[in-house]
C-alpha cells in the first residue's frame, strides 16, 4: 500500500513558539484506518485540521498524495482538498432545505466535473441507509439520520480520504454501533479513514484500525 500522508519531525502551534503538537513522525496508507483518542485540548482536532491543510506546520516536512506542502502553495492545497471527505464537529445542515439539496451542496462546491450528480447523490443516500429519505427536510429527521446525512455529504465526492472529527458526539448507543459499522464499509471499499474520539473502547468494533494517543503534545501509537 502506498503512503497518502506523511508527517516527519513535525511541529504545530502558534507563532511565538508554543507548540500544540510536537515532533509528529506518522505514515498513513491507502486503506489504513486511524483512531485518534486523547483528552479535551491534547490536540486531537489540531491534528485533523493539519490532515486538511486547514492549519500548517510551523516545523518538519508534512507530504499528502506525495505533495509537499507549504505556505506558498495555496492553489495546490485548494486542488488536493478536493481528494478528502471532512466531517467535523460543527458541521452543519441547512434545516429547510431536502436530504438531497444538502448532499448535492457538496458536489457544486467541490466542482467536481467527473461525478454526475444526481445520480450519485440518490446512489450515496441509498448507500448511507437513507433510502426513501431524498426530498424529506432536515428538520423531520432523527439526530441520527442527520449524521447520515452529514458523512453522505463527506462521501459523496469519493473521496481518497475521509477526516471524521469525533463524529459519534451526542449520539444513542444504537445509533453509534449503526455508524461504526458503516464507517467500517466504507474503509473495507478503500476509503482511508482517520478518525477522533473520546472513546478508547472504539478501537474493538473497528477490525484492523490503528489506534493513536496524544499525550503531551505527542502520538503515539498504540
Sequence with gaps: MRNLITLRNIDVGFSLGINLLSNINLNIKE?????????????????????YMKVLPTKGE????????????K???????????????????????????????????QINENIRMYDRVNEIIDWVGLKGLGEKKIFDLSEGQKQKVIIA??????????????????LDKETKDKLYFLFQQINNLGTTIIMTTKNISVHEKIKKCRLFFIKQKSLIEQ
Design 31 to 51: 486503506k489504513d484506518f486511524l483512531l485518534i483518542t486523547g483528552s479535551n485540548g491534547s490536540g486531537k482536532s489540531t491534528l485533523l485540521k493539519l490532515f
Design 62 to 73: 508534512f507530504f499528502i498524495f506525495n505533495n509537499l506542502i507549504s505556505n506558498d502553495k
Design 75 to 109: 492553489k495546490e492545497i485548494i486542488k488536493l482538498r478536493k481528494k478528502l471527505g471532512v466531517i467535523l464537529q460543527n458541521n452543519f445542515l441547512i434545516p429547510y432545505l431536502s436530504v438531497a439539496q444538502n448532499i448535492q451542496l457538496s458536489i457544486q462546491i
Design 153 to 170: 455529504r463527506a462521501l459523496v465526492t469519493k473521496p481518497k480520504i475521509l477526516i471524521a472529527d469525533e463524529p459519534m458526539n451526542n
